[in-house]
């Protein structure tokens, strides 16, 4: 059983910074492409950034390009989503998910690539 779990959201005010960490167990991290979602309150869960298998494919909303990176570590099961300069519209729950497709190195953007996923973070950034 693929289990994802986040952590590292909190408050934090206009401009501050958070790390975002999501800790996966039950299957062969390395094999598989990782992504960050959100969702803010009444709105649907969308596309934050993702990461391919090998790390040499990443993508990212343009919402966030410039001021997030996504990152991972393959020999700890953990990937990561460093938040910089980070803006009220940022606030939401924010999710990893874990691709569907084994051994793909590309970063999905579809939420219908992912087959697991944590139960999310709350990022809740003060104006």
């Known amino acids: 059983q693929v289990q994802l779990v986040e952590s590292g959201g909190g408050l934090v005010q206009t401009g501050g910074s958070l790390r975002l960490s999501c800790v996966v167990s039950?299957?062969?991290?390395?094999?598989?492409?990782m992504g960050w979602f959100r969702q803010a309150p009444g709105k649907e869960r969308e596309f934050v950034a993702s990461?391919?298998?090998?790390?040499?494919?990443?993508a990212y909303a343009n919402s966030v390009k410039g001021r997030f990176t996504i990152s991972r570590d393959n020999a700890k099961n953990t990937v990561y989503l460093q938040m910089n300069s980070l803006k009220p519209e940022d606030t939401a729950v924010y999710y990893c998910?874990?691709?569907?497709?084994?051994?793909?190195?590309?970063?999905?953007?579809?939420?219908?690539?992912?087959?697991?996923w944590g139960r999310g973070t709350q990022v809740t950034v003060s104006s």
């Open positions: 990461i391919s298998w090998s790390s040499s494919s990443t």
């Open positions: 998910g874990s691709a569907r497709e084994r051994d793909a190195d590309y970063a999905p953007r579809g939420m219908g690539s992912y087959d697991s």
């Open positions: 039950g299957r062969t991290f390395s094999a598989y492409g």
